[in-house]
């Protein structure tokens, strides 16, 4: 059975910093993107940014320059470093893993950032 465990999630003041991570287990195989979601109340889930397993990295033209994603396809690991924290940023951000054709989604974790 494949699971995906997020953590870092918690609540933060404007302009802070979190990392969230992501672990996958399971008979995983062909790893080919790894990446994180998120979705704020009333509104639909969206792409926050996704890494290739060359490397290559997309990102959500909202958190450009603020937010990094790095990940370990050998581990299946994944990780999102998010500087500069908006309000606007609050959501519950869901892992997800691309691999041997199907995908598999974490159980999300709360972000909210509020003073």
């Known amino acids: 059975q494949v699971q995906l465990l997020e953590s870092g999630g918690g609540l933060v003041q404007p302009g802070g910093s979190l990392r969230l991570s992501c672990a996958a287990s399971?008979?995983?195989?062909?790893?080919?993107?790894m990446g994180w979601y998120r979705q704020a109340p009333g509104k639909e889930r969206e792409l926050v940014a996704r890494i290739g397993v060359g490397g290559s990295t997309i990102y959500a033209d909202s958190v450009k320059g603020r937010f990094t994603i790095s990940g370990d396809s050998a581990k299946k690991t994944v990780y999102l470093q998010m500087n500069s924290l908006k309000p606007e940023d609050t959501a519950v951000y869901y892992c997800?893993?691309?691999?041997?054709?199907?995908?598999?989604w974490g159980q999300g974790t709360q972000v909210t950032v509020s003073s």
């Open positions: 399971g008979s995983i195989y062909s790893i080919n993107v």
């Open positions: 997800i893993l691309r691999w041997g054709g199907t995908q598999s």
